[in-house]
């Protein structure tokens, strides 16, 4: 199942086409080997990064390999995100820094209007992406649930709109799904539903939402066991996407037998 | 004595050194001219120089000037 769906319904972005439509995030994960294990297991084939100081790896440290080199090792592709950005300049700077450093026109951009909602300022948001788009970015732009936002950020030549489900972090789930349903049935380009995923269930709903791909962090690197949930979210993801194609049965107010009632022997 | 700031911190700068030899002593990893690692390898590294990006193929024709302030970046953990 995984290997046809694998095949036949891959995630088409710049004309990349990926086989996993589960993309993850490398933050919050303890250690570099158990980070390697987890993204093996959800079958990711894009990943974000955060672009930071470069330090030397510490003494003694295992393997020597740092996340670039983990990434090119299992044939991930690379996707430089410019968290703890708060201004459009400081996006930019950050977008060139990453494709300089990791040779890549893709940016997952992230322009955050403070640290304790860690929500999208729409404002600098827009200027970002006119500003990258005209530098020649893919922009995959991480944006607030709003309908109106999404549609704009497209315009303005975004590769994918990445709406949130929930507050980075939070792990509460899709707050509102009708605005997810409102922004996938506008959109042209991929939606990407980004942030807020608290567990398996809450990809499968984003994905029958019709969102073309789900992006998670946190919810696989916190867990308890990070394999075993990586795994539930490769499944999860399929799962939801089967459904969102397979055409779901309306919701009724009374029930429906499904087993006929003509027939019945006398009893 | 002559020095820059390197990723914030102040760090000596001997005469004539190049931003190639210092991403180098930085990294532990030998450079070629072109600023990719002579081990074949990718080095995931970005320079800034006062706030401008120096691309890799002009690190070996980029020397350090007194004071500059030098950025050093890569790929960390993150969402």
């Not at chain 1, 080997?33 to 672009?51: N, Q």
């Not at chain 2, 320079?47 to 050093?72: C, H, K, M």
Request: some cysteine; glycine content about 10%.
């Amino acid at each position: 199942m995984t290997q046809t769906l694998t095949q036949t319904d891959p995630l088409v972005i710049d004309g990349i086409p990926l086989g996993s439509r589960l993309i993850m995030g490398t933050g919050g994960a303890p250690s570099l080997d158990g980070l390697g294990a987890a993204l093996v297991a959800s079958g990711t084939e894009l990943t974000t990064v955060a672009m930071r100081r470069y330090s030397a790896p510490a003494a003694g440290s295992t393997g020597g390999t740092n996340l670039f080199d983990l990434l090119i090792e299992n044939n991930i592709r690379v996707l430089p995100n410019t968290a703890g950005c708060f201004t459009a300049r400081e996006a930019l700077m950050t977008a060139e820094l990453g494709r300089e450093a990791l040779e890549t026109d893709w940016v997952k951009l992230e322009v955050i209007a403070d640290e304790h909602t860690l929500l999208p300022d729409a404002v600098e948001l827009v200027e970002a992406t006119e500003a990258l788009v005209a530098r020649g970015f893919k922009v995959f732009a991480y944006t607030n649930d709003d309908p109106v936002l999404a549609l704009r950020l497209e315009q303005l030549g975004a590769a994918a709109v990445m709406p949130l489900g929930a507050p980075i972090g939070t792990g509460l789930g899709i707050l509102n799904p009708h605005n997810i349903e409102l922004i996938v049935s506008r959109a042209s380009v991929p939606v990407i539903l980004d942030a807020g995923i608290g567990t398996a269930s809450d990809a499968a709903l984003a994905m029958e939402l019709g969102c073309d791909a789900v992006l998670l962090a946190s919810a696989v690197t916190r867990a308890q066991d990070p394999v075993a949930m990586a795994q539930a979210f490769r499944h999860a993801v399929i799962g939801g996407r089967l459904a969102a194609q397979a055409g779901r049965i309306p919701r009724r107010t009374h029930a429906l037998a499904s087993s006929a009632m003509e027939g019945r022997p006398d009893l | 004595m002559s020095t820059i700031q390197l990723n914030g911190a102040t760090h000596p700068l001997a005469a004539g050194t190049t931003l190639s030899q210092l991403v180098a002593t930085v990294t532990g990893r030998e450079l070629l001219p072109t600023g990719k690692p002579a081990d074949g390898g990718r080095l995931g590294v970005a320079v800034a120089r006062n706030s401008g990006i120096v691309p890799r193929s002009q690190w070996s024709a980029t020397a350090l000037e007194l004071n500059d302030d030098i950025e050093i970046v890569t790929a960390v953990q993150g969402g």
